[in-house]
């Protein structure tokens, strides 16, 4: 079965400051992997994915991930955080033919000011 | 452009009592997914449904949870005999069968059993 594992519950980051929220992920075959993020009392908003290609994807409000096979590795980064960008990060693979999810535990993401 | 929307966004309830969910998705969507997410959790995968069929149940679907989507439009979720257990927030999720294969999701139903 696909997995994926975000081993951070919480990063703290200062506005300004580069940020890496990290996933790692475990798949038999190709891996569909994806970010979203979810706001206080809002449902999750995609930010972005990768199925195949360049292994920098980039996505919504400059958040941009990097996959890596060798690392079985899907970080989400952004050059430079910004107050609002503070909520809760969720990492996803697709699993079957139905195209469902399975998220990861998700990562709360504080940017200082 | 309007988004997935979910109703009630609240619900409260006693135990061993019914409720029902409402989910209506993107209007061109003709995929249809339920999650449940608790409380320092990543989302689970509920249900599926390609149109009005149900293709896909989770095992954390017991016999008393229930989905339909009978006309291929809207979607509801009904628990019956609610338990303290169920407490969670119910999200609502729609894609195109083809093409990008984002899922688009509501802001959710909190359940909350009391």
């Known amino acids: 079965a696909q997995s994926v594992a975000q081993p951070e519950d919480q990063v703290n980051v200062a506005e300004g400051n580069p940020l890496t929220v990290k996933c790692t992920y475990s798949v038999s075959g190709n891996p569909y992997l994806f970010w979203y993020v979810q706001y206080p009392n809002r449902g999750l908003q995609f930010l972005l994915k990768y199925i195949t290609g360049d292994n920098l994807v980039k996505g919504s409000y400059g958040f941009e991930a990097e996959f890596n096979k060798s690392q079985t590795s899907f970080h989400l980064k952004k050059p430079s955080a910004l107050v609002s960008d503070s909520a809760l990060y969720f990492c996803?693979?697709?699993?079957?033919?139905?195209?469902?999810?399975?998220f990861g535990a998700g990562t709360r993401l504080a940017v200082h000011p | 452009d309007t988004g997935v929307s979910q109703n009630p966004r609240h619900k409260i309830t006693k135990r061993g009592q019914n409720v029902t969910f409402r989910c209506d998705p993107i209007s061109e969507h003709n995929r249809l997914y339920w999650y449940r997410q608790t409380l320092g959790q990543g989302p689970e995968f509920l249900t599926y449904f390609q149109n009005e069929a149900q293709l896909e149940k989770s095992r954390l679907l017991s016999d008393r949870f229930s989905a339909e989507r009978p006309k291929g439009s809207f979607s509801t979720l009904e628990i019956q005999r609610t338990e303290q257990g169920d407490s969670a927030m119910y999200l609502c999720?729609?894609?195109?069968?083809?093409?990008?294969?984002?899922?688009?999701f509501g802001a959710g139903t909190r359940l909350s059993v009391l």
């Open positions: 999720a729609s894609s195109l069968e083809v093409g990008k294969n984002i899922q688009y």
């Open positions: 996803a693979v697709r699993e079957g033919g139905y195209n469902k999810l399975i």
